[in-house]
């Protein structure tokens, strides 16, 4: 399978005003992601994940390394990514269709197509008839809908998440998850999506990327096959011998990243 990102030799250090040494988040990541697939990433807190996708999204460069999308070096933002964060980020004076169309404006898209492919997205996940909403109308996982819409609406191969579902209840984001998943199916695109869970890691990843502790580097990447996503994946056997093998990866990088946090505390 075609690669569609490359990193290779990533790295980001941070300068920290009163520190003795800089802080460095990320060493040494090489990780290549296939074009089309959904790629999960797990790691203790502080392993620097999101700092991996901010990277990736152009918003910060790397210190050291390269990372690449379709063969053309990362120098900064692009309309080839979108980016869902764990935080909504709507705009509160705009409906749901004047959200997603905001992205549109900027590409100058004329008024007509913006509408269209508002209703569009908007059905595509799941919020047909909720167009003239505002924010503040709508409930926590239908505003992560749209923001998920905002993102699907100018087209980008890519598409960045960094816990887009954490904030919701259980039940929300199952349901968030499965509709998610039927976009990507959909669509096609290019997903790298940041999570805590475990068991959300499985769920949605073709693949699981591992990070250790701080400074983050791939521990393991993992390959997660069914023979269906048909059905509930989560009461296979293989979902659980999964969540195991994960857990174990997991174990030791946290139990470090928690005697660091003691230790910088203390």
Same mark, same amino acid.
């Given at each position: 399978?075609?690669?569609? #990102? =490359?990193? !290779?030799?990533?790295?980001?250090?941070?300068?920290?005003?009163?520190?003795?040494?800089?802080?460095?988040?990320?060493?040494?990541?090489?990780?290549?992601? !296939?074009? =089309?697939?959904?790629?999960?990433? %797990?790691?203790?807190?502080?392993?620097?994940?999101?700092?991996?996708?901010?990277?990736?999204? @152009?918003?910060?460069?790397? &210190? &050291?390394?390269? #990372?690449?999308?379709?063969?053309?070096?990362?120098?900064?933002?692009? *309309?080839?990514? @979108?980016?869902?964060?764990?935080?909504?980020?709507?705009?509160?004076?705009?409906?749901?269709?004047?959200?997603?169309?905001?992205?549109?404006?900027?590409?100058?898209?004329?008024?007509?197509?913006?509408?269209?492919?508002? !209703?569009?997205?908007?059905?595509?996940?799941?919020?047909?008839?909720?167009?003239?909403?505002?924010?503040?109308? *709508?409930?926590?996982?239908?505003?992560?809908? /749209? +923001?998920?819409?905002? &993102?699907?609406?100018?087209?980008?191969?890519?598409?960045?998440?960094? $816990?887009?579902?954490?904030? *919701?209840?259980?039940?929300?984001?199952? &349901?968030?998850?499965?509709?998610?998943?039927? #976009?990507? $199916?959909?669509?096609?695109?290019?997903?790298?999506?940041?999570?805590?869970?475990?068991?959300?890691?499985?769920?949605? =990843?073709?693949?699981? +990327? /591992?990070?250790?502790?701080?400074?983050?580097?791939?521990?393991? %990447?993992? $390959?997660? +096959?069914?023979?269906?996503?048909?059905?509930?994946?989560?009461?296979?056997?293989?979902?659980?011998?999964?969540?195991?093998?994960?857990?174990?990866?997991?174990?030791?990088? %946290?139990?470090?990243?928690? !005697?660091?946090?003691?230790?910088?505390?203390?």
């Amino acid at each position: 399978m075609t690669t569609k #990102i =490359g990193l !290779r030799g990533v790295g980001k250090v941070f300068r920290v005003r009163g520190a003795d040494r800089p802080f460095t988040a990320l060493d040494r990541i090489d990780l290549d992601i !296939r074009d =089309g697939e959904f790629l999960t990433l %797990v790691g203790p807190s502080g392993c620097g994940k999101s700092t991996l996708l901010d990277l990736i999204a @152009g918003l910060t460069p790397p &210190s &050291s390394g390269q #990372i690449a999308i379709d063969g053309v070096p990362v120098t900064g933002p692009g *309309l080839d990514r @979108g980016i869902v964060f764990q935080q909504y980020a709507l705009f509160p004076w705009r409906t749901a269709a004047g959200n997603v169309e905001f992205g549109l404006e900027a590409k100058a898209v004329p008024k007509r197509e913006r509408a269209e492919r508002a !209703r569009h997205f908007l059905d595509l996940v799941g919020l047909a008839g909720f167009e003239e909403r505002y924010p503040h109308e *709508l409930s926590g996982g239908m505003r992560q809908r /749209v +923001a998920i819409a905002r &993102s699907l609406a100018f087209d980008p191969d890519v598409l960045l998440m960094d $816990e887009p579902f954490a904030a *919701l209840d259980a039940q929300t984001r199952e &349901s968030l998850q499965e509709e998610l998943l039927r #976009i990507w $199916e959909k669509t096609g695109k290019t997903v790298v999506f940041i999570t805590h869970g475990i068991d959300e890691a499985v769920y949605l =990843g073709q693949r699981v +990327a /591992v990070m250790t502790s701080r400074p983050g580097r791939i521990k393991e %990447v993992v $390959e997660v +096959a069914f023979d269906s996503r048909a059905g509930d994946l989560r009461a296979e056997a293989r979902f659980g011998e999964y969540r195991h093998h994960l857990w174990n990866l997991l174990r030791d990088e %946290v139990a470090a990243a928690q !005697r660091e946090e003691a230790t910088s505390v203390a």
